[in-house]
């Protein structure tokens, strides 16, 4: 089955530190990739996509993914973090298989970030 | 572009009442989409509109549910007899075409009593 499996439910970095959030997919043909942030009772913001272009994907707020096809993965950093960052991130795929058309979407990782 | 807006943002219910929901896309947006998000999850997908007609339709979509789009234009999602299970945030997104990034709206917060 297509999934998308985001590694660690939370994440917690200092302000200033590097953020990594894990995305890991399943997929037997590259999908396009996507990565949402999502503030409390708010709905989904997209960062930043992949769609066959470029493996390194730069998004707004300065996150940016790089696609690694062999490890299935779409990890997103950013290289200080804000304050403002702390929210939840969504990795989701769209498949060729489903005709691009719906997003499945991780579990999410909540993002805390400390003074 | 006032992007997509959604209403009512809450809605609180008891259960076996009937609820609708109302989206609108991003005007110039072909493809309308509706997923379901409970706490705690990422969102799944429940249907999705290209222009006014419906061509997909997940197994979570019961046959309590159920999605218009009648002018191609705002999309209406409707549950009869609701159940303390359907209790979620409903989110809509619309996209310019197949493949292209979608856009949510804020969501409508369900809650059945």
């Known amino acids: 089955a297509q999934s998308v499996t985001q590694l660690g439910s939370h994440v917690s970095v200092s302000e200033g530190a590097l953020v990594l959030l894990r995305c890991n997919y399943s997929s037997s043909v590259p999908p396009y990739l996507f990565w949402y942030v999502q503030y409390p009772n708010q709905g989904l913001q997209l960062l930043l996509k992949?769609?066959?272009?470029?493996?390194l994907v730069k998004g707004i707020n300065g996150f940016e993914a790089e696609f690694k096809k062999s490890e299935t993965s779409f990890h997103l950093t950013k290289p200080s973090a804000h304050m403002s960052d702390a929210a939840e991130y969504f990795c989701a795929v769209s498949h060729p298989q489903g005709g691009y058309n719906k997003l499945i979407f991780g579990a999410g990782t909540r993002l805390a970030v400390h003074p | 572009d006032t992007g997509v807006s959604q209403n009512p943002r809450h809605k609180i219910t008891k259960r076996g009442q009937n609820v609708t929901f109302r989206c609108d896309p991003i005007?110039?947006?072909?493809?309308l989409y509706w997923y379901r998000q409970t706490l705690g999850q990422g969102p799944e997908f429940l249907t999705y509109f290209q222009n006014e007609a419906q061509l997909e339709k997940s197994r979570l979509l019961s046959d309590r549910f159920s999605a218009e789009r009648p002018k191609g234009s705002f999309s209406t999602l409707e549950i009869q007899r609701t159940e303390q299970g359907d209790s979620a945030m409903y989110l809509c997104?619309?996209?310019?075409?197949?493949?292209?990034?979608?856009?949510f709206g804020p969501g409508t917060r369900l809650t059945v009593t």
């Open positions: 005007s110039e947006h072909n493809r």
């Open positions: 997104a619309s996209s310019w075409k197949q493949g292209y990034e979608q856009y």
């Open positions: 992949y769609t066959s272009a470029a493996t």
